[in-house]
């Protein structure tokens, strides 16, 4: 369980999720057709709530581009749109995403509660993600990760200070600081199955 009551991700209703995956697919969409992602979006009429946002783009169950910000000081369907831009396009583990390509892709995206600082034996696989911090060295690990991989709670650690640029064991040194979140993990496959949208 992660130690604090409130780091909880913001309530998201299930007309609030479908709008926010519109939101990022014309995102992607506006990005791939300009070639660029745009400084600022304007989201007309969207509420005042800020949260950290990874959006994810998958070509079948294949990754194509993931980005996000732990932390953001933008609205939420701003920070959902530049994240799923960046996705597109500036993910530098793939080449940019292609107009061609856009009516084969799945959206997820994921809204992340406020991190806190745990020890290594509070952290609940496939429920917790991660965050590990040493100096200038930092890494992040959604939730699902772990899942998707098969991890147990000592690779989590270990894969999460990999991302970091940090060694596997770095998670031991008392120095290091382990950050747990959670997160509201929803996609278009949900709704295009006529199912609703869903907590993992």
Not at 16 to 22: A, G, K, S, T
Not at 152 to 161: G, K, V
Not at 183 to 200: K, M, N, T
């Amino acid at each position: 369980m992660l130690p604090l009551p409130d780091a909880k991700p913001l309530p998201i209703s299930i007309a609030e999720r479908r709008r926010l995956l519109e939101v990022a697919r014309k995102a992607i969409v506006s990005a791939v057709a300009a070639g660029r992602v745009p400084d600022l979006y304007n989201v007309p009429g969207e509420a005042v709530r800020r949260c950290g946002v990874f959006v994810t783009i998958r070509t079948g169950r294949v990754l194509r581009g993931c980005i996000g910000k732990p932390e953001s000081p933008f609205p939420l369907e701003q920070t959902v749109a530049r994240c799923a831009a960046l996705s597109a396009l500036d993910d530098p583990r793939f080449p940019a995403l292609r107009a061609e390509e856009i009516p084969g892709i799945e959206i997820e995206i994921s809204i992340l509660s406020p991190p806190v600082i745990m020890t290594s034996e509070q952290i609940e696989v496939g429920v917790h993600g991660l965050a590990v911090s040493a100096g200038e060295f930092r890494g992040l690990l959604l939730p699902q990760v772990a899942g998707e991989y098969g991890w147990d709670r000592e690779r989590f650690l270990a894969e999460t200070c990999r991302k970091a640029g940090l060694g596997p064991e770095a998670w031991r040194d008392p120095q290091t600081k382990i950050e747990g979140f959670t997160a509201d993990v929803f996609s278009e496959r949900e709704f295009l199955s006529g199912g609703a949208a869903s907590s993992r």
